[in-house]
């Protein structure tokens, strides 16, 4: 970046110089014809006025208007075109003058002026002619550098600048680069600190966007490890029951009535591995962001129906009384994906109550959505704990989940799957009076 910005400063300065040179040597020279032209156009005018051309005494070999330097060439013809006198050339070798047009437009206007390019390279002459009272022209000419010449001899001063503006240009660009993306640099390393502005206010929107997905991507790490550790944690329960069961079963150590206890423990908590695992399984399967889940219509009711009955056992066996009600009601979604919620969201409401307690689950229709609510008349969960048994690994009250082949994961994947199906889902819990679990379509 920092040689970019160098570049393109450079680059401007250079741009800037030569469009400077180029402005300023045409209207130079524009000024400096001029000049010539009103020299010329004096220096005519005054010879005309000393009226000695026009004398009929004037001999013509006698004539001599050079200069030193012969920086003023003079000409004089006759009305048929022949050259009478020039104080450059002899006039013999000077052929005919009528062709040039200073010389036509004198004889047909008065003056006349014309600029050619010069014998000698790189100059350009300037002519000037007056016609004179007696049917003659005087003519006067010099020489002057060209546009091209003019550039060409300032050429090595303009290379001269332009290499000293280069290293300005680099010395000044590189201050403005430091100057420019020190407090951006600044930014970055205290992307943590939530209470350091941004110097451009410009870029708030963008460090604002930068803080966040930091932030993102730091409690995303932070959520991995923690679940991570979480699930080392959940496993090893029940590998080191198993194993420490399977140790003493294996040295023979315990007594022939205690065997079938061993074998159940064992059994129980190979269960509870696998449960973990299936549920550890799918929240992965959930989270992956490019796996679109098939949707079809789906009759709520018939699904609750289904799963009530299913359930309706394990409540049993629980002391709990199971029930639905409501209307058909369908939706879009994906068929186990919603088999899972309502299993779930029932198999708590049966886990969490007391015997003797109730269920029911209700398929309706409410502020035009179809809504499913699960209620029991169960423990309840307390105010303070109900924003987290949303979260992996929580439990209200561990050996009772654990007890009842909780694995702490049924809520986060009912999240999901509430997420994934753009709906909503509200608690109402009070310990000792039950849990209402709704979720909107
Ligand atoms: P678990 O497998 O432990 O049931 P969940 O994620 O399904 O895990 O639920 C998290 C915690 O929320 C449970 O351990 C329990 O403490 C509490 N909970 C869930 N549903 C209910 C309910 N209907 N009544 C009381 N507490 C509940």
Not at 232 to 251: F, N
Not at 277 to 305: A, C, G, T, W
Not at 404 to 412: E, F, R, S
């Amino acid at each position: 970046m920092k040689s970019k910005i160098n570049i393109r400063l450079v680059g401007i300065a250079i741009l800037a110089i030569i469009a400077t040179v180029i402005g300023i040597t045409i209207i130079y020279y524009g000024l400096f014809q001029k000049r010539i032209r009103v020299d010329l156009s004096v220096s005519a005018k005054l010879l005309k006025d000393t009226n000695y051309f026009e004398s009929a005494s004037v001999d013509i070999q006698k004539i001599d208007l050079t200069t030193d330097i012969d920086e003023l060439r003079v000409t004089w013809i006759d009305a048929d075109g022949t050259v009478l006198y020039d104080n450059d050339a002899t006039t013999e070798l000077l052929s005919n003058h009528l062709d040039r047009p200073e010389i036509k437009a004198a004889f047909e206007e008065g003056i006349g002026e014309s600029v050619r390019k010069s014998d000698t390279m790189n100059k350009n002459t300037f002519y000037y002619a007056i016609l004179l009272d007696n049917g003659t022209v005087l003519r006067v000419a010099t020489d002057a550098q060209s546009l091209w010449s003019v550039f060409v001899s300032v050429a090595p001063i303009i290379a001269l600048i332009i290499l000293l503006i280069i290293a300005i240009c680099v010395i000044i660009s590189h201050m403005l680069t430091i100057q420019l993306l020190k407090p951006i640099e600044m930014m970055a390393e205290n992307l943590d600190d939530a209470d350091y502005e941004s110097p451009y206010k410009e870029l708030d929107p963008f460090s604002e966007k930068l803080r966040t997905q930091h932030m993102d991507i730091l409690s995303a790490a932070k959520a991995r490890q923690d679940f991570t550790a979480n699930v080392s944690h959940e496993l090893k329960t029940p590998l080191t029951a198993i194993s420490g069961y399977a140790e003493l079963l294996e040295g023979d150590m315990v007594a022939n009535e205690k065997k079938k206890h061993f074998y159940h423990e064992i059994h129980k908590n190979s269960e509870r591995l696998l449960a973990l695992i299936n549920d550890i399984l799918r929240l992965s399967e959930l989270e992956q962001k490019n796996h679109e889940p098939v949707f079809e219509e789906i009759d709520l009711y018939q699904m609750v129906e289904e799963c009530v009955d299913e359930l309706s056992v394990n409540a049993k066996q629980r002391g709990v009384g199971i029930s639905f009600e409501g209307t058909s009601k369908v939706v879009r979604g994906n068929k186990e994906m919603l088999k899972e919620l309502i299993e779930n969201l029932t198999q708590n409401a049966i886990r969490y109550n007391n015997e003797g307690g109730k269920v029911s689950v209700s398929v309706n229709e409410r502020d035009g959505r179809a809504c499913l609510v699960v209620k029991d008349n169960g423990i309840g969960i307390p105010a303070s704990e109900q924003q987290r048994i949303f979260e992996r690994f929580y439990r209200v009250d561990k050996s009772r989940s654990k007890e009842t082949g909780g694995t702490g994961l049924g809520l986060a994947i009912v999240k999901h799957i509430v997420e994934l199906h753009d709906a909503r889902i509200e608690l109402d819990s009070a310990p000792g009076v039950g849990t209402t679990i709704s979720v909107y379509f």
